[in-house]
């Protein structure tokens, strides 16, 4: 296996975790209202687990090794990318939506508002860009040219 020399996490942040389980717990509340203690506390712990499965779902790991993009189970080889460009705040908004390209690649996340265009530069691949949110876009970028 090739050493990874880029590795970025971007998981679910915790004010979204916590309005996600505030909205579980309504429901909760609302069975314990009309059927009790019971039902209630199983609809809880039910949706605990479905929470923990969603934050684990929900996160997006990039990768990048001598060979290859990895974005969970997306991949590209490095030889088929072009030019990465940086994208800040206003770039990302832009990039996502009134810029954005239908055949593009898009692994996103509404949570991290900078990111990487990456341009595609294989002939075959109808993919013009991949657009890939990160907190780490310099190093990134770096990484992949």
């Known amino acids: 296996m090739t050493p990874v020399r880029f590795r970025e996490v971007i998981a679910p942040p915790v ?5 996600i389980y ?12 009309a059927l009790g203690n ?13 929470l923990i499965y969603i934050a684990i779902r929900s996160r997006m790991v990039i990768e990048i090794d001598e060979k290859e993009l990895r974005i969970n189970t997306a991949h590209i080889e490095l030889k088929y990318l072009g030019e990465a460009k940086i994208l800040d705040t206003q770039s990302m908004r832009y990039a ?10 898009l ?3 509404f949570w991290t508002s900078r990111g990487v265009l990456v341009r595609v530069k294989d002939s075959r ?16 970028a770096k990484a992949i040219g």
Do not use: H, M
């Not at 004010?15 to 309005?19: D, G, R, Y």
């Not at 505030?22 to 069975?31: D, H, K, T």
């Not at 019971?38 to 479905?50: D, K, S, V, Y």
């Not at 993919?127 to 890939?132: N, Q, R, V």
């Open 38 to 50: 019971t039902p209630a506390l199983w609809c809880q712990i039910i949706l605990t687990f479905a």
């Open 96 to 105: 996502r939506g009134r810029d954005a390209d239908p055949s593009a690649f």
């Open 15 to 19: 004010w979204l975790l916590a309005f």
């Open 107 to 109: 692994a996103i996340r």
């Open 22 to 33: 505030f909205l579980f717990s309504s429901i909760s509340i609302s069975l314990w209202a």
């Open 125 to 140: 691949d109808t993919t013009p860009y991949w657009l890939i949110s990160s907190r780490r876009g310099e190093e990134l």
